[in-house]
């Protein structure tokens, strides 16, 4: 333990952080009575953790280096400051000294004596009155007369936060004082006086926490559910950190948090551009991880859709707004053309009060509770039927989902009464259940909104069609069409055998061409009823060949087609007419006719693998069970090692670009971006689908067959766990912990019966597999061959991975160090891979 300290310590002195001058004495950790604090001099806390001192702010502008403030900040990472005294009243010299009055009172003094700031200690006054920089960064004022135990605090600094929220500190509402506690963001990274943000716990309706820009409300974690915010399932996942409380008492509505045993340190802050992050440091990286931040995107803006609207990140194709169903926009024309939704969404049919229903919406952050009424000890059932009994209820949710996980009944009720606001889709959101009138609903009286699933298809169709077709387009324009046999060698006469398909291909393609009137018959004249899919570039159909062979139809967006999706859109119908594989999908013909960029692929019955893997309803992820996701990870496998052995690097790969057909068999598309490995290495048009990306090509563009290696270990750590690596930043960390600590169980989804005895063998095997893949440095991933390998020949060794998210800063002394003193990374076996 001391040696790795005293490594850390080195590795710390060897990266020289630029830091503040700490030259001055240490004072221990207390201030007594008769003694001061000068510029230079600093309390730090028993363990080392926090230190008090002088400071002036890291990124200050030369200008402002003579502003000097005293605060408290983290001894291994001394650029963060966790509190601020004097925010607002910076010293202009380093004459500045903290003393201690009699009365228990701090007071920071300038050099000519004035007081800049003070403590305003009223009580108090004992003998002994003495200033105490904790372990917990906390700065406590009480009379250490009688041995300290038992001391009155008379004051703490964690009663008077910054922009930090450290362990054991919280923000809420004294209910008998009415004294408030919030986090104030920082002016600028210079300048610690309060900036515009606030984050604040809203006690009333059901508490959550609330980021403010003044007077506007710009973020919501939405409602306290009993384990996390609403808006927030993440922050289960680190629950073997941190304990969370949210105390509801007579005498207070508070939030806070609390570090378990030997969790490393963090924080929660709201930084002066409007973001509150958890962070948590790494000491092996000597670095700050990003835990969560929100609000995390669009659908965070408060309001973005308006009154019954429904935010969906996904579905950029239809700006993310929705109206819930039985709902419609209130002004369709601004909503359609110029994307205001703010005027949100209008009843379809009036209500019949005694008469209506339900609808669950599944998988949301639950709308503003601000006016909402709260009843924590009635069931489910009776939350219901009081709604249903109360005209004014317009929707209901539990209000504790206990252990119950998302979807679970949970038991209490929140009960709305007026617009639902600020309503969104969430990884691992909750119900909420809308009162629609009985017209709108099934005979049951309760309705399931129905799976997102066209839409989502539609999406990632529709982007990678929008790619194609461009392509397409530009294919048609610039190849000429010339009249030659068609190769075909697999196809079951698909496009041959039907009049329709014209076997004219160009001589570039092996994909045949078709004619726009046979695209037409296919597609029902492009009728709204076939669109599957809508996205950026273009709208997906699904049609009928005369054969009777169903297919998915691409139509690119014609004012849409730019030079660089026309190359796209050529490379794809390259890659994809060239390579032919059983897991690769199969694009069957394309047509340009009057200005039509068109393709035509197979018609993939089950959609994209996100759907199943991501879904919000449960129903949706139990139809892939485990042995139908271990086959799907080496069908992807078999596919991607193909593209490879054929020099063919996808580049995108991620789980909306993998198919599924009626047997849910994995089929890899979207070629539009794909990259033949030998002759075009140095094109520099990155990629970047976060969350797929390998690190070294995010950083430095560095493209080979790895980085597709590296995409294809999360896709398959996601296939297993049901959660995004894009937006759970931790998830990669909780993967290679859990599983390093035999805790497979804590990776696997939740959504699917806990899988038997062997088959969890065989999960634990493809979780480590995976973890190779995703490895930092590429040299440490293994080839598509090997992953294919290791995937279907059980007897085949697998090398033990590292940490995926070590940071090479350091090392290799600290990884050095981290394996010699850690027992963790030893109890598996490490055999070498073969
Ligand atoms: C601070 O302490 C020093 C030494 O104990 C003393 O000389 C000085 O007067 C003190 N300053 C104040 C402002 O109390
Ligand atoms: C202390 O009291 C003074 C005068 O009431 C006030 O201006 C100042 O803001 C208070 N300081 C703190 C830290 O509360
Ligand atoms: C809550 O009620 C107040 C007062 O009626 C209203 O101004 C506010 O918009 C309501 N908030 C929500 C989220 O409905
Ligand atoms: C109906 O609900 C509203 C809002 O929750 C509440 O103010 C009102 O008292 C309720 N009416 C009855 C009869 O319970």
Redesign the pocket.
Known sequence: MSSMFLIILSCMLLLSNSGRTTTGAELGDTLGKGRNITDGERLVSAGGSFTLGFFSPASSSSSSTSRRYLGIWFSVSDDVVCWVANRDRPLTDTSGVLVITDAGSLLLLDGSGHVVWSSNTTTGGGASMAAQLLESGNLVVSDRGNGGAGAVVVWQSFDHPCDTLLPGMKIGKNLWTGAEWYLSSWRSSGDPSPGNYRYRTDTKGMPENVLWDGDGEVYRTGPWNGLWFSGIPEMGTYSDMFSYQLTVSPGEITFGYSANAGAPFSRLVVTGVGEVQRLVWEPSSRAWKNFFQGPRDLCDDY?KCG?FGLCDAGAASTSFCSCVEGFTPASPSPWKKMRDTSAGCRRDAALGCATDGFLAVRGVKL?????ATVDKRVTVEECRARCLANCSCVAYAPADIGGGGGGGAGSGCII?A?????LRYVDGGQDLYVRLAKSELGKDGIRQRRPPAAVVIGASIASVVGVLLIILLVLLYVIRRRQRPRVSDDDAGVPAATAAVHARPNPALAAPSINLSSVKEATGNFSESNIIGRGGFGIVYQGKLPSGRKVAVKRLTQSLVTDKRKEDFIREVEMMSNTRHAYLVELLCYCQEGGEMILVYEYMENMSLDLYIFGEDRRLRASLNWVQRLDIIRGIAIGVEYLHNVKVIHRDLKPSNILLDDNWRPKVADFGTAKLFINDQTDPTLVLSAGYIAPEYAAQGNLTLKCDVYSFGVVLLEIISGKRNRTLPTFLRHTWESWKQHEIEDILDLGLIKPEPDLLLGLDRCIQIGLLCVQQSPDDRPTMNQVVSMLTKYSSQIAMPKNPMINSRCEPSVSQVVSDTEPASHDRPGPSLN
Do not use: F, I
Request: avoid cysteine.
């Open positions: 309001g009154a709308p503003d509770a601000h006016n709305w007026d617009d639902l606001v600020d």
